[in-house]
């Protein structure tokens, strides 16, 4: 074994659990937040969270060894305050606030990802269906508080995209634009903040109607935005010049993905562009990472569920009648995939 070549990248990934629950776990604390912009020593802040001592120091220090908290200098006079990303960030009392996912990571996922080993031997979900056996959505929508922190997860994980797009895209030629399964309508929202022409509506089940009307009432945009409730799997989709969806598609099989795209085609008018806001995976399945690691976590969710290229995209959309596509390409991980009419 030469010099070059070192097992550390092995190890750092093998460990990687260790420096996901410690975060996580500061976020479930909510230490992020009860620090806010404050100055405190370890004492302080660990008697705020009520913590033991035995793990305060190297709780702390160890977020600041991974760059998660700062501290201005050492020993138990030191003071901890955030970093400008968990200022930013992880402050629930901000609106940038993005720990819903993380939230949801730590109740939920960290411990569903343990089975990883059954679903791929199984091709079965690995989450609250492998207990009750009722399909995920069901599970989900039935408990109101479990809703609205999926419905926060999301946000948090959507919401640098969607302003990507916003920004991105060329609205001048559409006055209209309906997003499917819109939860909180922060699609529509940001669509609508940004383009004064466009009329938005969000689509979603009847029990989210409740919590999308008070996220757009909090925005100011109630005169702007329409909420009309449905089943996608079951009802026409409402006309717009504009049809997105934000991480819906990879949540089903491939009949039901191909469904879903006969619908946008049917809502769509001539020249009409199906917008699919997702982290596409590279057609070479080489590079994208996060992408093909949502998509075991669809398979731990719901088991035929999955993720995909562009070109498999482009593929079920030429298919529906579609004349052209592209991917833009927005943050990170996650692309615009765009068919057009």
């Avoid at 093998?14 to 909510?30: D, I, M, Q």
């Avoid at 629930?92 to 939230?103: F, H, Q």
């Avoid at 999301?154 to 309906?178: E, P, T, Y």
């Amino acid at each position: 074994m030469t010099s070059a070549v070192n097992p550390s990248r092995i190890f750092e990934t093998g460990f990687g659990f260790w420096e996901s629950k410690v975060l996580l776990t500061a976020v479930e604390l909510e230490l992020f937040t009860k620090l806010g912009d404050q100055f405190m020593t370890g004492e302080t802040l660990g008697k705020i969270l009520e913590l033991h001592p035995r793990g305060i120091w190297d709780f702390f220090d160890t977020l600041v060894a991974l760059g998660f908290l700062n501290r201005d200098g050492d020993g138990p006079t030191a003071l901890y305050s955030n970093t400008e990303e968990t200022g930013l960030f992880l402050d629930k009392s901000k609106p940038s606030y993005i720990g819903g996912i993380l939230e949801m990571a730590n109740d939920r996922l960290y411990r569903f990802w343990n089975d990883l080993g059954p679903a791929l031997k199984t091709g079965k979900p690995q989450n609250e269906i492998k207990h009750s056996q009722k399909p995920m959505f069901e599970v989900l929508y039935e408990d109101l508080p479990r809703l609205e922190q999926f419905m926060g997860a999301m946000r948090g994980i959507s919401v640098g995209n969607f302003q990507a797009f916003a920004q991105k895209f060329d609205f001048s030629k559409h006055k209209s634009l309906c997003d499917v399964g819109g939860a909180t309508g922060l699609l529509s929202s940001i669509v609508a903040g940004q383009h004064a022409h466009m009329q938005c509506t969000t689509f979603d089940l009847p029990v989210v109607e409740t919590i999308v009307r008070r996220w757009i009432a909090k925005a100011g945009l109630s005169d702007r935005i329409n909420v009309v409730s449905g089943d996608f799997l079951k009802d026409a989709l409402p006309k717009a010049d504009i049809i997105t969806m934000g991480n819906i598609l990879h949540d089903w099989n491939l009949e039901k993905k191909k469904h879903l795209i006969r619908l946008a085609y049917e809502a769509l008018p001539e020249n009409g562009v199906f917008v699919v806001i997702e982290n596409i995976i590279d057609d070479a399945r080489r590079t994208n990472a996060f992408g093909l690691m949502m998509s075991l976590h669809m398979l731990i969710e719901f088991g035929d569920a999955f993720d995909f290229t562009g070109a498999d995209f482009w593929e079920w959309c030429q298919e529906a009648g579609f004349k052209r596509y592209e991917v833009m390409h927005l943050v990170g991980p996650c692309s615009a995939a765009i068919a057009y009419k």
